[in-house]
């Protein structure tokens, strides 16, 4: 079976940093992505793992342990418009289908 | 925005009824992947296409079907609707059927049954 576990919400300060946590266990796995979406909108890529270490990319890091099934996003100098839903999903390598958490719901208060 | 299309973006129907989907890719991309987002599931993968084949099938309902063309658009089918067939549908498309290929997400067609 798949199974992806992410915390279902977090709130965070404006200009903190928060680290989402996510722990997968899947049959088999290729990579692992973060996705942001917002209410009603369409998930937009942040970042890919598949190495593990970690991957920086402006306000938002990515970090992987394969050995662990274990992946965090950090999100840096947080604005109110980071509050949105955080989802974590892994590849595996029958097809491209990606394998998605149920979404960590962050708030950003001033 | 992403480059994918979907239309309808909101759709009302009956229980009982059938309705059709449909995703246009991103230019150049022959991968086309459905996914069903309802408040209590999240995002499930349901069916995928490269290139106008069947590529993968998730958790597809048997009311469900789906296609791509040889213009590389793809229609969702849903059948015999139930009011639990509620939910936003997502397209979404990547260059290759590969699993590193960041995939793109379309706007989604929100249904609701009543």
Request: hydrophobic letters at 30%.
């Amino acid at each position: 079976g798949q199974n992806i576990d992410q915390p279902t919400e977090m709130t965070a300060t404006e200009g903190a940093i928060v680290q989402i946590n996510c722990t997968y266990q899947t049959s088999g796995f290729n990579g692992l992505f973060w996705y942001q979406q917002h209410a009603g909108e369409a998930p937009t890529f942040l970042s890919y793992n598949v190495l593990d270490g970690l991957e920086e990319k402006g306000r938002f890091s990515s970090f992987l342990s394969r050995s662990k099934g274990y992946s965090y996003l950090l999100l840096k100098e947080l604005q109110m418009k980071d509050s949105a839903s955080y989802l974590c999903a892994v590849t595996i390598p029958q097809g491209g289908k990606l394998i998605f958490g149920q979404g960590t719901e962050l708030s950003v208060k001033p | 925005d992403s480059g994918v299309t979907q239309t309808p973006k909101h759709l009302i129907t009956a229980t009982g009824q059938r309705v059709t989907l449909r995703c246009s890719p991103r230019s150049g991309d022959l991968s086309v992947y459905w996914y069903q987002q309802s408040l209590d599931q999240g995002l499930q993968f349901l069916i995928q296409y490269y290139n106008g084949e069947e590529r993968a099938k998730g958790n597809i309902l048997e009311r469900f079907s789906a296609q791509q063309f040889p213009d590389l658009h793809s229609e969702l089918n849903l059948s015999s609707l139930e009011l639990g067939d509620s939910a936003l549908y997502f397209c979404a498309s990547s260059p290759s059927p590969g699993t590193s290929d960041e995939q793109y997400f379309g706007p989604g067609t929100r249904l609701t049954v009543t």
